[in-house]
């Protein structure tokens, strides 16, 4: 059973940097596409990054060229570095590998 913990969410001022990290559990992080979502007030989560487990990377548009997602499978860690942050960008984000969902970690930016 896989458990994730994500964390560094922060208040940031538009154009600061954050970095989120989601940790797991288990012995299966390896072999699963990890995929980091968002939530922002009153409106669906949706999709920003995804990783799969060889390391290819796919983005929504909103965050490509700002956000970098990336995994560490010895450590069974995932990040998301987010730069030249947005007020928009402002919600609960969460992790998910396989069908296992983080806690969420809040985000706000906001000067």
């Known amino acids: 059973q896989v458990q994730l913990a994500d964390s560094g969410g922060n208040l940031v001022q538009p154009g600061g940097s954050l970095r989120l990290s989601c940790a797991a559990s288990g012995s299966l992080f390896s072999i699963y596409d990890m995929g980091w979502y968002r939530q922002g007030p009153g409106k669906q989560r949706e999709l920003v990054a995804s990783?799969?487990?060889?390391?290819?990377?796919n983005y929504a548009d909103s965050v490509k060229g700002r956000f970098t997602i990336s995994r560490d499978n010895a450590r069974k860690i995932a990040y998301l570095q987010m730069n030249k942050l947005k007020p928009e960008d402002t919600a609960v984000y969460y992790c998910k590998l396989s069908s296992t969902w983080g806690q969420g970690t809040q985000v706000t930016v906001s000067s």
């Open positions: 990783i799969t487990s060889g390391g290819s990377t």
